[in-house]
């Protein structure tokens, strides 16, 4: 098979899939358009953002550490959903929607609710992971390996976001706690908090300023508070215990204050450009304010506007890794490829071990026609992949760049690994068959095809033809 029919499958397989899951996603470079703002509301998109994650983990760390949990274990996924809502589960991952980071006032509340989820991990409660396999959902990692807030559209170009948006809201809507299990998730949350020296007053506030729920129907109610029964009565049994606790007074720090400012600034430009243009005011001088209009007009498609704010931003803060993956995108997106190169390898230099910035470069120098530049494109995608091995659109870059060096074997051993992270396991057991068949038998890569044929379901047929071929395979039952 050719390398252009090799596109041609992907694109294909790619647009099957998008049809399959019924996606809303966000792209960062069509959030500003009333259509998509207002299809969001039907829907939900996973997000990755270095930057965000970073302060996310920053705030959460410390709060798995006190309950038992080895950090390094837990996955944050940030939901691109305006709706208020949070939810753990019992893979250890930890969803937080944007709506709710956005309604949180400081770093001390953000903390609370994730103390409380955590309360909620710790205690081993029988919630999520079950409840959403059987609605169909499976929580995946997704990004366009641009870095900053990328999350997958299910165009051809764009990757395909397999979340199922119906699926989403059915599997949030089912899932839920007893009020015991809600009251021994406060009491432990509010336990943590004080163990890492924070106050659980946060957490108080934010229940405080949701307390109107309790008097809605669910139809009305936030998704948190569906799932999260709330009363008066827990409020304040919450409020007795963590006021009597000796670091009530503890109030977060300027620097922790900071990181949350700068985290809502990012997501209002992204998300919400004209409302991030109408709080951030042009009189606003501070860094967050400057940041969220730089990136509300590159959103609003002024690269020129976000570019002439965001230079002098760049100039104040030479060692800010994201400045400079924010100038590479602007650039990269809005076709001036060879400029965006060298913003992005200063991003790469600044930020060494955070793989959606190498995804970054390696897009950029990829597409480029100098095959030099190719050859270290694919470099650039191999070391992230090392560090982010389910990273889906790596692995479509990388079959990409594999096209352009004539590498039909690898380029489909790729594309086999892109929709197998993604759980598209049909089209990633396609694709490894016909990766096998390119590339030299009993090689890594080889192996590495066969692997994923076996783990992708395969049919008696395919084991047959894999026995055949000489595959150390276990056919059970044949």
């Keep these: 098979m050719t390398s252009r029919s090799g596109r041609a499958g992907r694109r294909q397989a790619g647009k099957r899939l998008g049809v399959a899951a019924s996606v809303l996603a966000v792209l960062a470079s069509s959030l500003a358009t009333p259509r998509v703002a207002h299809a969001q509301d039907d829907g939900a998109s996973l997000i990755r953002d270095t930057e965000i994650e970073e302060i996310l983990h920053h705030d959460a760390d410390p709060i798995y550490a006190a309950a038992g949990i080895d950090p390094k274990t837990v996955r944050i996924l940030i939901i691109g959903d305006k709706t208020l809502n949070a939810f753990a589960t019992q893979g250890l991952q930890m969803g937080i929607n944007t709506g709710l980071i956005l309604q949180t006032e400081n770093p ?50 764009g990757g395909a976001a397999l979340i199922a948006n119906s699926q989403f809201a059915g599997a949030l809507g089912a899932l839920g706690y007893s009020r015991e299990q809600e009251s021994r998730a406060d009491q432990a949350g509010a336990g943590f908090l004080e163990a890492t020296g924070q106050s659980g007053r946060g957490l108080v506030e934010f229940f405080d300023n949701f307390r109107y729920q309790e008097v809605f129907d669910q139809s009305r109610r936030f998704a948190y508070f569906r799932s999260h029964p709330l009363s008066s009565d827990r ?14 007074g503890a109030v977060d720090t300027p620097a922790d204050l900071a990181e949350h400012e700068v985290m809502k600034a990012k997501l209002e430009g992204f998300l919400n450009p004209q409302i991030a243009l109408m709080k951030y005011k042009e009189t606003d001088t501070s860094f967050p304010a400057r940041y969220a209009r730089a990136i509300a007009y590159y959103q609003m498609k ?49 930020k060494p071990d955070a793989p959606l910035l190498r995804i970054n470069l390696g897009q950029t120098l990829i597409g480029m026609n100098d095959p030099k530049k190719v050859d270290e494109g694919v470099r650039e995608l191999k070391r992230a992949l090392l560090n982010d091995p389910e990273n889906a659109v790596a692995w479509r870059l990388l079959a990409d760049a594999y096209d352009k060096q004539h590498k039909d074997g690898e380029a489909r051993l790729a594309t ?54 000489g595959a150390v395979v276990s056919t059970p039952g044949l």
């Excluded at 086999?416 to 068959?433: D, H, I, P």
């Design 108 to 157: 001390n509340q953000l903390r609370g609710v994730i103390a409380h989820e955590t309360g909620h991990l710790a205690g081993g409660h029988p919630i999520r992971s079950d409840e959403m396999m059987k609605a169909g959902l499976k929580p995946m990692i997704l990004t366009m390996g641009l870095g900053i807030l990328a999350a997958l559209a299910g165009s051809p170009d």
């Design 302 to 350: 002024d690269p020129d506007r976000a570019l002439q704010l965001l230079d002098p931003l760049i100039a104040d803060h030479p060692d800010n890794p994201y400045l400079w993956e924010l100038k590479g995108q602007i650039l990269f997106e809005f076709n001036r490829v060879a400029q965006a190169e060298e913003p992005q390898r200063k991003s790469v230099q600044l």
């Design 235 to 248: 409020i304040e049994a919450l409020r007795g215990r963590v006021e009597r606790l000796p670091h009530y």
């Design 416 to 469: 086999a690994e892109q929709y197998f992270s993604l759980g598209a396991t049909r089209e990633a057991k396609v694709f490894a068959m016909r990766a096998r068949e390119l590339l030299q038998k009993n090689t890594p890569d080889w192996r590495r095809a066969t692997d994923i044929v076996l783990a992708s379901s395969p049919s008696k047929q395919d084991l047959q033809a894999l026995a055949k071929e």
